[in-house]
């Protein structure tokens, strides 16, 4: 059941950090996508280790056995850095306390086998051979030892960097274990920031176009938008002060206006998805910057201070 509704709320939060969302539909993913295999071999590790420590516990081979605890325990700290990872959001609330369950489930059922494994010994273990006899080798040291911590503590970290080495090879990054939590954005450990939220229902030119190359649409700063902050460049604040100008004095007018623009400007910025398309989207709207400047230099009294208190924090 927790694993069923871990996936249920990533399925709502599951945007990379670069990409541009409307925050109402969905959310960013605490799990950076680039270093998440890292992540699910862990997770897959530990919970082998756990169904086999639950169902054959001692019967298991001292090497097996010392190797799933090992996965267990491995699993752990990871659970714990979820639970911390998915405990703050900068942006969402509420349901996202579902990504908590199911690492607490798994940690409350590792710890509970752990305890009664631990201290127990390995028992039927000491009659099982392996064909390999550098891996009969150690079954036969380990069913030996009384004391199987010890072996296991000192398993950690080996078996930790072979399976790194391993994920490697496949393409991951040696510290893909902290990068899948902090290559991410609005949560706990996350290091990155993201693009300007799209607005519900009404992802217009003049946003999307800030979300174009930086030395061609010359972002300004941060500005909050229905909540949320966003990055505004000079184009956005123009548009928006005669937006407001017009809604001022000439109410009907503004109301037309709006509505052609909800109808025709929303299904045509859904379609400029690269910096390419919204650098070119900025430079056809330049015409109509400069033609919204020389309105509010004629109608408004201070037209800078104007423009300028536009999406102000």
């Not at 930086?214 to 700063?221: C, D, G, H, T």
């Not at 400047?293 to 109608?299: D, F, K, N, S």
């Amino acid at each position: 059941m927790s694993g069923c509704l871990f996936c249920l709320v990533w399925l709502f939060n599951g945007d990379d950090y670069y990409t541009a969302i409307d925050i109402v539909d969905g959310g960013y993913t605490p799990f950076a996508s680039k270093h998440l295999p890292t992540l699910i071999v862990f997770f897959v590790l530990a919970v082998f280790g756990l169904i086999k420590l639950w169902y054959k516990g001692k019967s298991l081979p001292p090497l097996l056995f010392s190797l799933c605890i090992v996965f267990v325990i491995i699993g752990i700290p990871i659970s714990a850095a979820v639970i911390i990872q998915t405990s703050t959001n900068t942006e969402q609330s509420g349901e996202t306390f579902l990504f908590a369950l199911l690492p607490i489930a798994y940690m409350i059922t590792s710890i509970t086998v752990l305890v009664s494994l631990v201290i127990a010994e390995a028992g039927e273990a000491n009659t099982k051979t392996y064909r390999n006899k550098f891996l009969n080798y150690l079954n036969r040291k380990l069913a030996k030892t009384e004391n199987h911590s010890l072996w296991i503590l000192a398993m950690l970290i080996p078996v930790f960097a072979i399976i790194m080495a391993i994920l490697m090879l496949f393409g991951q990054d040696a510290n893909s274990i902290t990068k899948v939590f902090t290559e991410t954005t609005t949560w706990t450990f996350s290091q990155k920031t993201h693009p300007p939220f799209l607005g519900h229902e009404g992802h217009y030119l003049c946003t999307v176009a800030v979300c174009g190359t930086p030395s061609i649409v010359k972002p300004l700063r941060l500005g909050k938008r229905h909540g949320h902050e966003i990055v505004v460049n000079r184009q956005l604040l123009i548009a928006n002060a005669f937006e407001e100008l017009i809604q001022q004095n000439a109410p009907a007018f503004h109301k037309v206006v709006r509505s052609f623009y909800d109808k025709y400007g929303y299904p045509l910025s859904r379609k400029i998805t690269t910096p390419k398309a919204s650098n070119t989207v900025y430079l056809l709207m330049k015409p109509l910057e400069y033609f919204f400047l020389i309105v509010l230099y004629l109608c408004s009294l201070k037209p800078e201070e104007k423009i300028n208190k536009q999406y102000a924090i």
